[in-house]
Nanobody, 125 residues
Protein backbone atom coordinates (compact mmCIF):
# COMPACT_ATOMS: atom_id res chain seq x y z
CA UNK A 1 0.00 0.00 0.00
CA UNK A 2 1.03 3.58 -0.67
CA UNK A 3 -0.34 6.65 1.04
CA UNK A 4 -0.12 10.04 -0.67
CA UNK A 5 -0.53 13.32 1.19
CA UNK A 6 -0.69 16.55 -0.74
CA UNK A 7 -0.02 20.10 0.33
CA UNK A 8 0.50 23.52 -1.18
CA UNK A 9 -2.76 24.46 -2.84
CA UNK A 10 -4.38 27.85 -2.42
CA UNK A 11 -5.53 31.07 -4.02
CA UNK A 12 -3.27 33.00 -6.35
CA UNK A 13 -3.67 35.79 -8.86
CA UNK A 14 -3.27 35.17 -12.57
CA UNK A 15 0.40 35.15 -13.50
CA UNK A 16 1.43 33.93 -10.08
CA UNK A 17 3.04 30.71 -8.94
CA UNK A 18 2.31 27.84 -6.61
CA UNK A 19 4.06 24.63 -5.69
CA UNK A 20 2.19 21.47 -4.84
CA UNK A 21 3.86 18.69 -2.86
CA UNK A 22 2.94 15.03 -2.68
CA UNK A 23 4.55 12.98 0.07
CA UNK A 24 4.42 9.22 -0.35
CA UNK A 25 4.67 6.66 2.42
CA UNK A 26 4.42 2.91 2.56
CA UNK A 27 5.64 0.97 -0.43
CA UNK A 28 7.41 3.70 -2.36
CA UNK A 29 9.83 1.65 -4.44
CA UNK A 30 9.57 2.14 -8.20
CA UNK A 31 6.68 4.52 -8.41
CA UNK A 32 5.74 6.55 -11.41
CA UNK A 33 4.28 9.81 -10.12
CA UNK A 34 1.68 11.93 -11.83
CA UNK A 35 -0.54 14.93 -11.32
CA UNK A 36 -4.12 15.22 -12.51
CA UNK A 37 -6.71 17.94 -12.11
CA UNK A 38 -10.46 18.27 -12.23
CA UNK A 39 -12.32 21.53 -12.67
CA UNK A 40 -15.99 21.90 -11.71
CA UNK A 41 -18.22 20.28 -14.28
CA UNK A 42 -15.30 18.83 -16.20
CA UNK A 43 -13.66 15.44 -16.40
CA UNK A 44 -10.37 14.72 -14.72
CA UNK A 45 -7.43 15.52 -16.95
CA UNK A 46 -3.77 14.64 -16.96
CA UNK A 47 -1.31 17.38 -16.05
CA UNK A 48 2.18 15.91 -15.69
CA UNK A 49 4.10 12.75 -14.84
CA UNK A 50 7.65 11.68 -14.04
CA UNK A 51 9.39 8.33 -14.08
CA UNK A 52 10.99 6.86 -10.99
CA UNK A 53 14.35 8.53 -11.60
CA UNK A 54 12.72 11.74 -12.71
CA UNK A 55 14.69 11.89 -15.94
CA UNK A 56 11.67 11.37 -18.14
CA UNK A 57 8.71 13.67 -17.83
CA UNK A 58 5.44 14.12 -19.65
CA UNK A 59 3.19 17.16 -19.75
CA UNK A 60 -0.23 18.06 -21.03
CA UNK A 61 -0.02 20.60 -23.84
CA UNK A 62 -2.05 23.07 -21.77
CA UNK A 63 0.67 23.31 -19.11
CA UNK A 64 3.82 22.68 -21.11
CA UNK A 65 6.36 25.44 -20.50
CA UNK A 66 4.54 26.68 -17.40
CA UNK A 67 4.46 23.67 -15.06
CA UNK A 68 7.35 21.49 -13.97
CA UNK A 69 7.16 18.16 -12.22
CA UNK A 70 10.06 17.09 -10.06
CA UNK A 71 10.70 14.51 -7.40
CA UNK A 72 13.01 13.93 -4.49
CA UNK A 73 13.15 10.18 -3.99
CA UNK A 74 15.20 10.56 -0.80
CA UNK A 75 12.17 12.31 0.67
CA UNK A 76 9.62 10.22 -1.25
CA UNK A 77 8.10 13.46 -2.44
CA UNK A 78 6.94 14.73 -5.81
CA UNK A 79 6.37 18.36 -6.64
CA UNK A 80 4.40 20.31 -9.20
CA UNK A 81 5.82 23.76 -9.76
CA UNK A 82 3.18 25.93 -11.41
CA UNK A 83 4.16 29.25 -12.97
CA UNK A 84 2.27 31.79 -15.07
CA UNK A 85 -0.98 30.50 -13.68
CA UNK A 86 -4.19 31.24 -15.54
CA UNK A 87 -7.81 31.26 -14.33
CA UNK A 88 -8.41 28.15 -16.42
CA UNK A 89 -5.89 26.31 -14.25
CA UNK A 90 -8.38 26.48 -11.39
CA UNK A 91 -9.15 22.93 -10.31
CA UNK A 92 -8.65 20.30 -7.66
CA UNK A 93 -5.20 18.85 -8.24
CA UNK A 94 -4.49 15.27 -7.25
CA UNK A 95 -1.23 13.42 -7.22
CA UNK A 96 -1.12 9.79 -8.21
CA UNK A 97 1.37 6.95 -7.99
CA UNK A 98 1.72 3.72 -9.87
CA UNK A 99 3.86 0.68 -9.18
CA UNK A 100 5.41 0.27 -12.60
CA UNK A 101 8.76 -0.49 -14.25
CA UNK A 102 11.46 2.06 -13.64
CA UNK A 103 11.11 3.85 -16.99
CA UNK A 104 7.33 3.70 -17.17
CA UNK A 105 5.36 6.89 -17.67
CA UNK A 106 1.70 7.36 -18.46
CA UNK A 107 -1.04 9.95 -18.80
CA UNK A 108 -4.10 7.83 -18.13
CA UNK A 109 -5.72 7.66 -14.73
CA UNK A 110 -6.07 3.89 -14.99
CA UNK A 111 -2.26 3.59 -15.08
CA UNK A 112 -2.04 4.80 -11.49
CA UNK A 113 -2.83 2.74 -8.43
CA UNK A 114 -2.88 5.27 -5.60
CA UNK A 115 -4.29 8.77 -5.29
CA UNK A 116 -3.90 11.71 -2.97
CA UNK A 117 -6.78 13.54 -1.34
CA UNK A 118 -6.68 16.48 -3.73
CA UNK A 119 -5.70 20.12 -3.27
CA UNK A 120 -7.73 23.10 -4.43
CA UNK A 121 -5.92 25.58 -6.66
CA UNK A 122 -7.83 28.75 -7.46
CA UNK A 123 -6.47 31.35 -9.86
CA UNK A 124 -8.20 34.70 -9.84
CA UNK A 125 -8.23 37.01 -12.84
Amino acid sequence: QVQLVESGGGLVQAGGSLRLSCAASGRTFVLVMGWFRQAPGKEREFVAAATWGGRNTLYADSVKGRFTISRDNAKNTAYLHMNSLKPEDTAVYSCAAGVRPTDYIGSQGREYDYWGQGSQVTVSS
